[in-house]
């Protein structure tokens, strides 16, 4: 599902060309701490060093709130436009109230309307309670600033133990801060081992600064001259500017020997970058052909599975393939005891319910079962039996083929919730199959949903349920509860009613 998420936002990415301005004008920065870097190696003054820097082209500059008022005016006088202020606040210890003010009042007092936020290291081992803490702290430190009229961004940042380390992580960060915006850093990317144009494509609609740092190799912690090392220069500044981003670059090389150099080298490849852009696509942008080609991020080959023998994709996890229940436990605990002969499963009511072993969030699952020949009884008790998402919501199994029941509650239904589209059902001794997509919940830091979970199933190859939000656990009595979860299993429901048991086979998983 990776990969696919991944190629579904490229889509996304691609498709935002055509909403481009004509052309945003150059805008490239450069760190306060550089120019500080480039005095010292100089022999220069911070004076002298950020006339130098400024000859190069460089017009916006990103500090530190601890920088000196005589820098800052120093800066200033030099006609430095406030690209971004930077600042270190430790959640991690405490909910740090006097430095967060301290960072807003700077803010004000220099007129810097975009901040960016470096959130503390977690241990090793953080608990979830101990991030959960951090989230509501940097929740509300950014709902003060903007209440206060600024912009709080966070950095995907190079250090595993960091709340905003990859895209992983930031995920839970934004879905716990939902009004934080991202500081694209290419050079963390890279250090973390992800592609850096489909994290630019994943987070486009939160950048809102970006910075340009290029490594020697990927996973390396060496920073070199933009454009010379193995960060995707064209493709990132390309990207950007074809989605409207009319921010900031700053270019950043911590560490450079010859910072000056680095610098010189680096504004000239961005500009470069910049104006291959501009020549490839003029102004004003006419759409041709190839702007909404993608020849880049090959769909990963899936061998399909053969209907004939009823084999999974090549990619699928195999739940059942006839031969033994290994991949099951008894929801009681020990081993799945339900009836194996045949190539099929028939459901032991006397054992109860079978759990996978393993936990699985998103996918998409295949499934087929019978209702026996001959079934007897109604309603509800009639072939009755279930399958439960994250151990948690219902996609009913019953007989209904001419069998009445509470709509809610018949085959296909997303139980006590939503009745199926249609009623696809198969007559008792033939077999039906479910193919299900689920999309997991993801939950705000307080336990309630930010995303509900998502279901879309086809029964007999027809569509029951298109893309249906689930509101909440599946219940028999009362309306469904909202509880916060991770991933669970999947479980086959062993319900009590008097009627024969029905049978499963071919039961395969693909992660999303």
């Known amino acids: 599902m990776k990969e696919l998420m991944k190629r579904l936002l490229s889509v996304l990415f691609v498709l935002a060309f055509v909403l481009a ?23 220069l003054s911070f004076a002298e060093a950020a006339k130098r820097v400024k000859e190069l082209g460089y017009s916006g500059i990103d500090v530190r709130v601890t920088l000196g008022e005589e820098k800052l005016r120093t800066l200033d006088s030099l006609g430095f436009r ?31 309307p975009r901040l960016l936020l470096v959130l503390g290291l977690l241990p090793d081992k953080a608990s979830p309670e101990l991030t959960e803490r951090v989230y509501a702290r940097t929740c509300a430190f950014v709902a003060q600033a903007q209440r206060e009229g600024l912009d709080v961004m966070v950095e ?23 009004d934080l915006n991202h500081v694209f850093d290419t050079g963390n990317y890279l250090f973390c081992g992800e592609e850096v144009t489909t994290a630019l494509a994943h987070f486009r609609n ?8 290029d490594r020697r190799a990927v996973r390396s912690g060496e920073s070199v001259a933009i454009g010379t090392g193995v960060m995707p220069l064209n493709e990132v500044v390309t990207g950007l500017l074809k989605t409207g981003y009319d921010g900031w670059f ?32 003029p102004a004003p942008m006419g759409m041709r052909p190839e702007m909404t080609e993608m020849w880049t991020l090959q769909p990963v080959v899936v061998t399909p599975g053969d209907a004939a023998t009823q084999s999974a994709p090549s990619d699928a996890v195999v739940l059942f393939d006839g031969s033994n229940l290994d991949q099951w436990m008894s929801a009681n605990g020990g081993k799945a005891e339900w009836d194996v002969h045949d190539g099929i499963v028939t459901v032991n009511k006397r054992k109860g319910d079978i759990l996978t072993r393993r936990t699985f969030g998103s996918f998409q699952m295949h499934i087929e079962w019978c209702v026996p020949e001959g079934i007897t009884g109604s309603g509800q008790g009639r072939g009755n039996s279930g399958i439960f998402l994250d151990d948690k919501y219902e996609i009913q199994i019953l007989d209904s083929y001419g069998n009445e029941t509470y709509v809610n ?23 039906n199959t479910y193919d299900i997509v689920y999309t997991a919940p993801v939950f705000k830091k307080d336990g309630t949903y930010l995303y509900y979970p998502r279901v879309t199933v086809l029964h007999n190859g027809v569509l029951v349920q298109n893309n249906v939000e689930i509101l909440g656990t599946t219940e ?28 499963f086979r071919n039961i395969w998983i693909r992660e999303l």
Request: net charge negative; proline share 6%; hydrophobic share 35%.
């Open 82 to 112: 406030h690209a971004c202020a930077i600042v270190d606040m430790d959640f991690v210890k405490g909910d740090q109230a006097e430095e967060c003010r301290k960072a807003l009042d700077f803010m004000h007092r220099n007129h810097y």
């Open 156 to 178: 995907d940042y190079d250090n595993p133990r960091s709340p905003s380390f990859d895209t992983q992580a930031l995920d839970r960060l934004f879905a716990a801060v939902p």
């Open 250 to 281: 700053t270019v950043e090389h911590f560490g450079a020997k010859d910072m000056l150099g680095s610098a010189a080298t680096s504004i000239e490849n961005v500009r470069k970058a910049w104006d291959e852009y501009k020549e490839k696509y």
């Open 409 to 431: 509650g018949q085959s296909a239904s997303i139980y006590k919730q939503q009745a199926p589209l249609v009623n696809a059902m198969r007559q008792p001794g033939e077999w």
């Open 21 to 43: 301005p004509v052309h945003a004008q150059q805008r490239i920065s450069i760190f306060s701490d550089h120019v500080e870097d480039i005095a010292r190696q100089q022999g």
């Open 476 to 503: 028999y009595i009362g309306l469904p509860r909202k509880e916060q979860h991770a991933a669970g299993p999947i479980r086959l429901q062993s319900h009590g009613d008097p009627s024969a048991p029905i049978s």
């Open 206 to 213: 939160r950048i809102h600064h970006v910075h340009l740092k």
